[in-house]
């Protein structure tokens, strides 16, 4: 299906190809290797020089090969050791300081996955000195590498082999793009599952070009008064936008999220672009009648099956007149800003004069959110420009990011008009995710249940304080380490192993592989680094490392296993203190994952029932305060005003016994509280706490109860959480607490009085108003199934209920009916409780059945089941489901997360929303539960009755 919202998805570009495997070819450049292009200092280059100038002079435009001769010859090369270099721009009397980082990404599962990011940097681009161009690519799929690769080279040369390269840069550009698509279609190398993002910026002269397709980003920053801001140069191009979303799905693209392709969420309902995360499920595309190819972008270059759907290679392209208001420019991956905003690392350059210096600093910060949020971490890639000597510029009359080529909408093209497109500049990027990944809270779950935490190493050498201030110092400014948290640099330090060096003695070897950090306690270091001379190899000093310069090396092996640059050896008997990346990477995500006060918030009666996330939130909002032997942490005639968690020594508390009748303390009860013998006034308890345990709860709730005063015994760390700090990020816990403790009043000695003993008929007429809400054991997006009392009898009942606005706001009306019907039909059925009336009020529309549930069947897993047990609830599910298809129902619920237990311990089947009653031996729809899903629902090619098992 040909695309009509852009000129070039129509015709050849959009028209659907054989998805034919290619196989790469057998020799290609490393994936890895990221080369710097710049003008090399030989005789041929004087040459070229000369005839450069000349053409300059004769006002001719260059010879495009002369150009791309140069970038045939030039090599990888190191920047210079004050990490930057500097290029003039004759034509502006001005001066381009320049500098970038790529990081490969950690992936536990691919430890030596290759770095599929490549970025190239022409200083000059082609004969003019006044054009330099910059450009990162980020690839994607089995042969990204190869593909980013790939059209780093030949984007290069295609741009400077244009005719109206010199006349018109934007046609010149947009020109280039397509060309390099179809050469990558053409060649060898397999792109239907793989291509790459780009993102390149050509300076000529005052005047800058950036071309961008898929979601990389260049940014510029622009001084306002007393603030530099961001403005975005491109706008990602993904399905967060409206309008490439619109089109994409005018070429046949499927745009759902992975929850709704699995069924969780409502295909037919958008559920993105309104919050400021999207937990790492983005929207993405898929054929129309396949699980494939999932692409999270709308445009890019390769990717031949995606673009039968939309995928193109167009670029979107601003032309910005720089002024003297704008001090730099940033050209990053997606690996950067999934997690940062623009502003962000505008803010961050912005710090820096050297721009080596704000590539190491974004790429650090990057890597640290990347890991917090994820399991793993994407490749980061950034370029820095800094922009110095420019001026001029009228700057009074300069709007923010003066626009030479007014931007047109990205829509209609039908007319087949052959300028290239540029965007709205009202877009605005999709804003970082700020929020665990499914991936992140799985990790954090198993580590919860599972007890996998890692653990800091034994140090071999106790530190004195002289050792640890002078680390300390050492690692006080530097990029890796100055987002770390106290406690992080208290095990950070403990970590630190210390090594002793005699002179001569390597400690890392240019082209080996190391995984550690070296601080320099004392002694001599030198840096050598081979390089080629007319005799051949010889070995250079390069610098020198002593402690008095709180000198530090071998960073960038704490992020990736990558061949060292140069060698580094001792020249007099020295001390290094070692830090190593497995343990580097443990503070990190040990310190994020929050594994010890998460466990300690779930262990808090009152906390049992929240999500990993929301403890998480709260886990972030605890404070944490010492106190020494025999001090007061509350006295008696203070009023308690936070929840306390004891992290660390024990804690005597004394009471009145007149609290313990309060509801709302439990911490208090579940000790043996024994007697003060020097109680005076009343009667009075005393209970010592130990780490792990709490008290002051009944804070959370707002409530003032009695008085009480803690006493440390010993040293004493507890950790701290006020009501506000908690109602901030989960909301009142007051409900949601009532509705526990009223469940647990009732829950142990359920009344024996039976249904036989009322009429039912009575209850076919029962309305909301006569029920008596408890507590909520179980919810979906648009329901809650809990236990209700009817008024006036001891009769504890199970309800579901829907939330009328939430049915409305997802379009479920007729999910909830057919639910309705499905529960009623099958109410003989085994496992399946009988529906004895519906009713419906302003709120809700509910089911009440005949049935009093205890809980999800998956609250009780998390210590396995003994054999008996699990034979029990397996044999249950065998008969339900029997039942269910000797009916033509298909279930597709099974999941310790759908499955309920009643009072007495036994299965029951409450939820129907991924139920269907067949009419034919298949259905197509994609549901269920992600983790149960069979593989023909997976598929998508039509299942049945067998799917349940």
């Not at 990029?479 to 770390?484: E, S």
Request: aromatic share 6%; charged share 25%; proline share 5%.
């Amino acid at each position: 299906m040909g695309c009509v919202y852009s000129r070039a998805c129509i015709g050849e570009i959009c028209v659907p190809r054989d998805a034919r495997i290619k196989e790469p070819q057998s020799v290609r450049p490393n994936a890895a290797e990221l080369v710097v292009f710049s003008p090399t200092s030989t005789n041929e280059d004087d040459e070229n020089r000369d005839q450069i100038h000349s053409q300059l002079s004769l006002n001719l435009p260059g010879d495009p090969e002369l150009g791309i001769t140069r970038l045939s010859r030039v090599s990888a090369q190191f920047l210079p050791p004050d990490g930057s270099r500097t290029v003039k721009v004759p034509s502006g009397n001005f001066e381009l300081n320049y500098s970038y980082l790529s990081q490969r990404g950690y992936y536990p599962d691919a430890l030596d996955k290759a770095n599929q990011d490549s970025f190239c940097i022409h200083t000059p681009f082609g004969t003019n000195p006044d054009d330099h161009f910059f450009g990162v690519f980020d690839g994607h799929g089995e042969f990204g590498a190869e593909c980013s690769q790939f059209v780093k080279r030949k984007l290069c040369e295609n741009l400077l082999r244009n005719n109206k390269f010199h006349v018109d840069a934007t046609e010149a550009c947009d020109a280039a793009y397509l060309t390099t698509n179809t050469q990558l279609h053409a060649d060898s190398l397999d792109d239907s599952m793989s291509g790459t993002t780009a993102i390149t910026v050509l300076v000529r002269g005052r005047t800058i070009y950036v071309a961008n397709s898929g979601d990389s980003r260049a940014v510029i920053a622009q001084k306002r008064g007393k603030e530099i801001v961001a403005v975005d140069l491109s706008i990602d191009q993904t399905p967060f936008r409206v309008d490439e979303m619109e089109r994409v799905k005018l070429c046949g693209a499927r745009v759902l999220t992975l929850d709704q392709i699995e069924g969780l969420k409502n295909p037919d309902v958008q559920c993105w672009g309104t919050e400021e995360g999207d937990d790492g499920d983005p929207p993405r595309l898929w054929v129309p009648n396949g699980m494939y190819p999932g692409t999270a972008f709308t445009r890019s270059i390769g990717d031949s099956i995606a673009e039968t759907i939309g995928v193109v290679a167009n670029p979107e392209i601003v032309v910005l007149e720089l002024t003297e208001d704008h001090p730099f420019f940033v050209l990053a991956s997606d690996g950067v800003f999934e997690f940062l905003s623009s502003q962000t690392v505008v803010d961050m350059v912005a710090k820096y004069k050297d721009p080596r210096d704000a590539c190491a600093a974004i790429v650090a910060e990057s890597y640290r959110l990347w890991l917090q949020y994820e399991t793993r971490t994407d490749d980061i890639t950034v370029i820095v420009v800094h922009i110095s000597g420019l001026s001029g510029v009228n700057c009074e009359t300069a709007k923010p990011a003066t626009i030479l080529r007014p931007p047109v909408p990205q829509v209609l093209e039908a007319t087949g008009s052959e300028s290239p497109s540029t965007f709205s500049w009202s877009s605005r990027n999709h804003r970082a995710r700020h929020d665990l990944s499914r991936a992140r809270l799985r990790a954090i779950e198993s580590s919860l249940e599972n007890g996998q935490v890692w653990v800091p190493p034994p140090p071999s050498h106790r530190k004195t304080w002289e050792e640890e201030a002078h680390i300390e110092r050492a690692l006080h400014d530097h990029f890796l380490f100055r987002k770390l948290t106290d406690s992080q640099c208290h095990v950070l330090l403990d970590c630190m192993q210390r090594v002793e060096v005699q002179p001569g003695d390597i400690v890392i070897k240019q082209g080996g592989e190391g995984d550690c950090f070296y601080v320099v306690g004392s002694g001599e270091f030198e840096v050598l680094a081979t390089q080629e001379d007319k005799n051949g190899e010889v070995p250079r000093v390069l610098q020198k490392y002593t402690a008095e310069k709180l000198s530090s090396f071998g960073e960038l092996a704490l992020m990736y296993n990558k061949p060292l640059q140069a060698s580094v050896r001792a020249v007099t008997n020295g001390t290094l203190w070692a830090l190593k990346r497995e343990d580097f990477r443990g503070i990190l995500m040990s310190e994020f994952s929050n594994l010890l006060s998460l466990k300690l918030l779930r262990s808090v009666d009152l906390l049992s029932r929240l999500t990993i996330l929301q403890l998480s939130h709260v886990a972030d909002s605890l404070s944490e305060i010492s106190f020494s032997n025999g001090q007061a942490l509350v006295n008696r005639n203070e009023c308690l005003s936070a929840l306390y968690i004891i992290q660390k020594g024990q804690v005597r508390i004394t009471f009145d016994m007149d609290l313990l009748s309060c509801p709302s303390v439990c911490s208090l009860k579940s000790d043996n509280p024994k007697e003060d013998n020097d109680q005076q006034i009343g009667k009075e308890l005393s209970v010592e706490k130990t780490e792990g345990s709490y008290f002051g709860e009944w804070t959370l709730l707002g409530e003032q109860i009695g008085s009480l005063s803690a006493i440390a015994v010993g040293d004493v760390t507890c950790a701290l959480l006020t009501k506000e700090k908690f109602d901030s990020v989960v909301g009142p816990l007051t409900k949601l607490s009532q509705d526990d403790h009223k469940s647990r009043d009732y829950s142990p000695d359920v009344p024996k009085a039976s249904l036989k003993e009322i009429d039912l008929s009575t209850l076919a007429k029962v309305s909301i108003s006569q029920l008596e809400w408890k507590t909520c054991l179980y919810s979906t997006d648009c329901s809650e199934i809990g236990l209700v009392l009817l008024r006036d009898t001891e009769n504890m009942l199970s309800l579901k209920r829907f939330s009328k606005q939430k049915i409305k706001k997802l379009g479920k009306e007729a999910q909830v009916l057919k639910e309705k019907d499905l529960m009623k039909s099958m109410s003989s059925a085994a496992c399946v409780p009988e529906v004895l009336c519906t009713c419906a009020d302003q709120m809700h529309a509910a089911i009440l059945l005949n049935t009093c549930l205890a809980c999800p069947l998956a609250s009780i897993l998390h210590t396995p089941l003994d054999e008996q047990s699990a034979r029990f609830c397996a044999a249950s599910i065998v008969s339900a489901l029997e039942d269910l298809h000797e009916n033509g129902v298909l279930y597709r619920g099974v999941s310790p997360d759908v499955l309920m237990l009643d009072k007495t311990g036994h299965l029951q089947l409450v939820d129907f929303r991924f139920g269907k009653k067949l009419s034919s031996e298949r259905t197509f729809t994609i549901c269920g539960m992600a983790d149960s899903l069979a593989p023909e629902v997976v598929q998508g090619k039509g299942h049945g009755l067998p799917a349940d098992w």
